[in-house]
């Protein structure tokens, strides 16, 4: 456990300065291009310090100090402490996007298609080899019916005008890692996720009612939710 401790701080020390440039590049509403440069000074962002602020200018970009190592800390303490390797470096990988979508999500409420294909895709190819590693390729095609299960589940309020459309693409890379543990682990996530974001957004709407704030307008980011709604499932099951 300690080993774990330590290698998840270290993790969240190096792999944190990249997810910051990556927020940052992709936290713009919807229809601006991507930030790919500080709009103070020009400098290149390729990564950014745990405080936060530009290494040109010191201008600050994206979210507060420490934020992103803490919580990238924590996934990755959470993903060593799976019961089987396989299900570890699942974890890894869906802490590395997920980690960026999360706060890109809570920043602007936009869930970017490079990053939501980017963890699907990965997660496809990871799945893929663990299964046929463990012998167990049939347990794909449970993979590819959870997926598509929960792609259908998300794109209908997607149609509705109530959701984003990241937020099906998410479901989609989410679903089929939940696949891997049954059906049983999919609804688990599902029921994580609406407990989690009712939570959020009571909280949000008795925030707002004490400060004699507007209550609409205020809309409740499901990407966080959706993730960490995973990843207790995964580790309850693995």
């Known amino acids: 456990m300690i080993a774990s401790a330590l290698g998840a701080v ?15 590049r992709y936290a713009v509403p ?31 970009l994206g979210p507060g100090p420490w934020r992103v190592e803490a919580v990238t800390a924590a996934a990755a303490a959470a993903a060593l402490v ?49 299964q046929l590693a463990e012998d167990a390729p049939g347990v794909l095609l449970r993979c590819l019916l959870v997926a598509l299960a929960a792609g ?17 693409v998410l479901a989609l890379g989410l679903g089929a890692l939940l696949g891997r543990y049954g059906w049983s682990a999919a609804f688990a996530a599902l029921v994580a996720f609406v407990l989690l974001a009712g939570l959020w957004s009571v909280g949000v709407l008795l925030t707002a009612l004490a400060r ?16 960490l709604g995973t990843l207790l499932a995964v580790l309850g099951h693995s």
């Open 10 to 24: 270290l993790a969240g020390v190096l792999v944190a300065p990249a997810l910051r440039g990556l927020v940052v």
């Open 152 to 168: 259908v589940l998300f794109e209908v309020p997607v149609q509705l005008g109530l959701v984003g459309a990241g937020d099906t």
């Open 30 to 60: 919807e229809g601006e291009a991507w930030c790919l440069a500080c709009p103070s000074c020009g400098r290149e962002l390729r990564g950014l310090p745990p405080t936060g602020r530009c290494p040109g200018c010191r201008t600050g």
């Open 212 to 227: 004699r704030r507007p209550v609409r307008g205020r809309e409740v980011p499901l990407g966080p939710f959706l993730l």
């Open 82 to 130: 799976a019961a089987h390797p396989a299900d570890a470096l699942l974890l890894l990988w869906l802490a590395g996007p997920g980690v960026v979508l999360g706060f890109t999500d809570a920043r602007v409420h936009r869930l970017p298609y490079p990053l939501t294909w980017t963890l699907a895709a990965g997660l496809a190819v990871l799945l893929t080899g663990v």
